[in-house]
């Protein structure tokens, strides 16, 4: 049985911080309901590599969810809203700011019309402060939550991250305010507004830099690579390992873009990891070297161990160098590319990266559920098309006729006002 079983979410989000939360409760059993203007979330044709398919940009984040279309700017589009608005446990979107005010339905307009509907709300920098005007983007969240500042290396620009903690990170940070919003509903009868800021949720998951901000008004970050003196802020630290252990990523052959293994000089591998690379660089003595004999001696001296480690690193590949460093214990990992990573036996065996097929594209891959429920596993099935399911929804959750289908479709609840198509 699904953790989820039983709980409607009514998913008017759109692009990707929101349907990455959406997505994450489908795979934990909700039913969702995604709610599109006629016209679609616009991913559905951003970035397009199949014509006139939904792109992957769409497909890999609805996974799951079943679509209706309805015009919200149509008196009879509002209906249905509030037909389905009164059937589900959960609404949740992700518009600019003002927008469902704009349509007529705040917060308190909901709770009106649903007392028991949780409402799940993402905006870039929340609904008060100077900055709640504003639209956001991944990359603006990065900017402005203190992960750009904090990426690359401090001769350098700063640098956005891969991950998308901006988008991504707020639907995770979502989930969990839903969730933990759906369990007092279930004990007091009522729902409540839950918010999550962009700009909110990258700060949360870029605390240990506060952690070094508020330490540089006392000392010197004495395990960064780079000096520290006088700093107000804290710097970019390149590959540093941001904890109290050392750690950078090592050269290792044939020297392409990815190939180099993280190493964490944990203090308790050193002993370790000195006797196996000092012989073969010329310096047998290496793990009883005054420079670094303790760990502070370490860190000040750790420019002198990453270059003893490119050196040791490029006699192997990064798997090689990964076997070697493993049985020393000492913690490790291969910068993984995509390709290795869609090629790798682990992220297969764990459901990471799931074929599926889909009737506009064909076969296509998703990344899998990284929650895993030993009751509940999830079962990744197809986006859907625009609009696939608005009779289904219709009929099946609003209990409506073909002919209330049909009187409505006439009074264009279903399409898109005349000037704008
Ligand atoms: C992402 C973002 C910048 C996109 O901006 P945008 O493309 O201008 O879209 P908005 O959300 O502002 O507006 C959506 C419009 O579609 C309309 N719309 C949405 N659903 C509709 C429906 N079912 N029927 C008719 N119209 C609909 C809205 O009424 C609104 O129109 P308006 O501008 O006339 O009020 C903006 O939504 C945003 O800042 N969201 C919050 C932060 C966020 O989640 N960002 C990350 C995205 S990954």
Known sequence: MEALKGIRILDMTHVQAGPTCSQL????????????????????????DVPNADSLYFTMLNCNKRSITVNM??????????????KCDLVMENFGPGVLDRLGFPWEKIHEINPRIVMGSIKGFGSSGPYADFKAYENVAQAMGGAMSTTGVPEGPPFVTGAQIGDSGTGLHLAIGLLA???????????????????????????????????????????????????????????????????????????GPNDYLY??????????????????????????????AKIADRRKNQQEIWRMLDQFGSNYTKRELMAILNELDVPCGPIMSTEDLANDEHVRGRE?????????????????????????????????????HTEEILKEVLGWSDADIAAKKQAGAFSLPPKAK
Request: proline residues 7%; hydrophobic residues 35%; positive net charge.
């Open 25 to 48: 409760l489908a795979w934990l059993g909700a039913d969702v309901i995604k709610f599109e203007s006629p016209a679609g979330d616009a991913t559905r044709g951003q970035l397009r």
């Open 352 to 388: 990471m990266y799931v074929e599926l097929d889909h009737p506009q594209r064909g076969k296509w891959y998703n990344i899998g559920m990284p929650i895993k429920l030993s009751a509940s596993p999830a079962k990744i099935e197809r986006s859907p098309t625009l609009g696939e």
């Open 73 to 86: 700017k149509s008196p009879d589009g509002q209906k249905v809203f509030v037909e389905l608005l009164m």
């Open 263 to 292: 190493v964490v000089v944990q203090e308790a591998v050193w002993d370790g990891l000195a006797k196996r690379i000092g012989p073969g660089l010329g310096h047998p003595e290496l793990a009883t070297d005054p420079r670094f």
């Open 181 to 255: 919003a759906l369990r007092q509903r279930d004990r007091t009868g009522e729902g409540q507004y839950v918010e999550v800021a962009m700009m909110d949720g990258v700060m949360n998951l870029c605390r240990v830099k506060w952690r070094d901000h508020q330490r540089l008004t006392r000392q010197t970050l004495s395990e960064y690579s780079v000096p520290t003196e006088g700093l107000t802020f804290t710097p970019r630290a390149g590959n540093d390992s941001g904890g109290g252990q050392l750690g950078n990523a090592v050269k290792c052959k044939p020297g």
